[in-house]
């Protein structure tokens, strides 16, 4: 009998597989675990509503990089008139 993996290492492996571009195969190989238990594992996992997907997590980070991007353009543009004003002062 194998040993008990915890929640936090199947969401992992879940995660890898579903998201790495790699093989079924190669994820479970890297992890340590069969392919069929991979595969039970995420076949769970899919029937689990209540889990993000991977693609509210994109556009989560979407939404944060555009709100930073923002942000940065307004300092930008605060920092140009700043040295234009500097930049025109004649000691």
């Given at each position: 009998?194998?040993?008990?993996?915890?929640?936090?290492?199947?969401?992992?492996?879940?995660?890898?597989?579903?998201?790495?571009?790699?093989?079924?195969?190669?994820?479970?190989?890297?992890?340590?675990?069969?392919?069929?238990?991979?595969?039970k594992w995420i076949q769970q996992d899919g029937k689990n509503p209540e889990?993000?997907?991977?693609?509210?997590?994109?556009?989560?980070?979407?939404?944060?990089?555009?709100?930073?991007?923002?942000?940065?353009?307004?300092?930008?543009?605060?920092?140009?008139?700043?040295?234009?004003?500097?930049?025109?002062?004649?000691?």
């Amino acid at each position: 009998m194998g040993t008990k993996r915890t929640a936090e290492f199947r969401h992992e492996a879940v995660r890898v597989a579903l998201t790495s571009g790699l093989t079924r195969k190669q994820v479970a190989s890297d992890f340590g675990i069969g392919f069929s238990r991979l595969s039970k594992w995420i076949q769970q996992d899919g029937k689990n509503p209540e889990k993000p997907t991977a693609q509210s997590d994109l556009e989560r980070e979407n939404a944060k990089l555009r709100r930073e991007n923002r942000l940065l353009r307004e300092e930008r543009g605060v920092l140009k008139k700043a040295t234009q004003f500097f930049a025109s002062q004649k000691p």
